[in-house]
């Protein structure tokens, strides 16, 4: 069969020659104008009913590819774009290479892009001073405040990426700890356990009526995080034990026994665990003499301590002591 149009090649695609198909149909359309809307604060931008924080390239790519409109079947398509600064109103040019069957076409399109800037919701909020929970972190150290506060924020990145209502509204310094408030309930229940597992620490909910909403009660939550009195490499008494604390996860507290050198694990809320010495609070010491578990040591301040130990210690070695009342512990490595 020939080509309806020039009845001099072979009919291939719709009854025409390759030269005509290509002449005659058109595969794609592309508005000559087109809106692109911006968060003048976060720079997230509206696709259709929702906002996105992408790099704005990336976005103008995604919003020409949504509004290409097919025309004829095809089988694949490439879209290649360039365009001017993206601010105002700027030129873009569009090349689309559209493969169906064995024919490779390539439709070009100019557009004129239009910047429009409308508040995202979520900066709405932000702005408004919104949140829902306040997660308040007490019973902190003053060495380790950085930290906790670092692996809050740290948190609430990882969570905020998922969930882009999630941002932390203000931070308040009192006397007793930090106050962080939050937009986010749920999310900040999560940090809230997350730095309870991380540090040991217990967690108080409160929850305070905050209005009404659609018919419905509006609740904000206080989340109080309270850290142990205790820490990693401090000393703390269990039962008449001593255990040097090596580990505090969630209610649990690992360590080791210091008069036997035994480890333990104690679940602080069927047993109360009590600080005794803090890390910074222990000393070193110079081993003069040991025989038969008694040892002879030497102090930062030159005095002879004579103690007991029921792990062998080399002469002339350092060791870590303790004081507990008057006696003298040396803690085993
Ligand atoms: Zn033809
Ligand atoms: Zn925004």
């Known amino acids: 069969m020939l080509c309806i149009?020039?009845?001099?090649?072979?009919?291939?695609?719709?009854?025409?020659c390759e030269?005509?198909?290509?002449?005659?149909?058109?595969f794609t359309s592309l508005p000559k104008h087109l809106d692109m809307t911006i968060c003048?604060?976060?720079h997230a931008v509206k696709f259709g009913g929702h906002w996105e924080s992408?790099?704005?390239?990336?976005?103008?790519?995604?919003?020409?590819?949504?509004?290409?409109?097919?025309l004829h079947e095809y089988d694949s398509y490439e879209l290649h774009i360039s365009h001017g600064d993206i601010e105002g109103e700027f030129p873009v040019e569009a090349r689309?290479?559209?493969?169906?069957?064995?024919?490779?076409?390539?439709?070009v399109h100019y557009i004129t892009a239009d910047i429009h800037y409308e508040s995202c919701p979520r900066c709405n909020r932000f702005f408004g001073n919104y949140f829902e929970?306040?997660?308040?972190?007490?019973?902190?150290?003053?060495?380790?405040?950085?930290?906790?506060?670092?692996?809050?924020?740290?948190?609430?990145?990882?969570?905020?990426?998922?969930?882009e209502n999630l941002f932390l509204t203000k931070e308040v310094e009192k006397r007793e700890g930090w106050d962080l408030y939050l937009s986010d309930k749920r999310e900040a229940k999560k940090i809230a356990r997350e730095v309870c597992a991380r540090y040991g620490a217990s967690l108080k909910e409160s929850p305070q009526l905050a209005g009404r909403k659609d018919g419905?009660?509006?609740?904000?939550?206080?989340?109080?995080?309270?850290?142990?009195?205790?820490?990693?490499?401090?000393i703390v008494e269990v039962e008449g034990n001593y255990l040097l604390v090596e580990d505090i996860s969630g209610t649990f507290v690992k360590g080791i026994n210091i008069e036997d050198g035994r480890k333990k694990s104690v679940d602080s809320k069927k047993h109360p665990v009590n600080l005794v010495v803090r890390r910074d609070e222990i000393?070193?010491?110079?081993?003069?003499?040991?025989?038969?578990?008694?040892?002879?040591?030497?102090?930062?301040?030159?005095?002879?301590?004579?103690t007991k130990v029921e792990f062998e210690v080399r002469d002339g070695s350092t060791v870590r002591i303790a004081r507990i009342g008057d006696d003298v512990y040396v803690l085993p490595e």
Not at 5 to 16: P, S, T, V
Not at 19 to 26: A, D, G, H, M, Q
Not at 100 to 105: L, N, Q, S, V
């Open 5 to 16: 149009e020039c009845g001099k090649r072979e009919a291939k695609y719709d009854g025409l």
């Open 19 to 26: 030269e005509c198909f290509l002449k005659k149909v058109k």
């Open 40 to 42: 003048p604060h976060c």
């Open 54 to 70: 992408v790099p704005l390239e990336d976005a103008l790519f995604r919003l020409v590819d949504r509004s290409i409109e097919f």
């Open 96 to 107: 689309i290479d559209v493969h169906f069957k064995d024919i490779h076409a390539e439709e």
């Open 133 to 163: 929970a306040i997660i308040q972190l007490r019973g902190m150290r003053e060495n380790e405040v950085q930290e906790i506060l670092n692996f809050v924020y740290e948190r609430i990145e990882h969570h905020a990426r998922k969930n």
């Open 216 to 234: 419905r009660d509006l609740y904000r939550v206080t989340y109080a995080v309270r850290l142990p009195d205790y820490r990693v490499g401090d």
């Open 283 to 306: 000393e070193k010491a110079i081993v003069v003499y040991s025989r038969d578990g008694t040892v002879e040591l030497l102090d930062r301040n030159n005095n002879i301590i004579d």
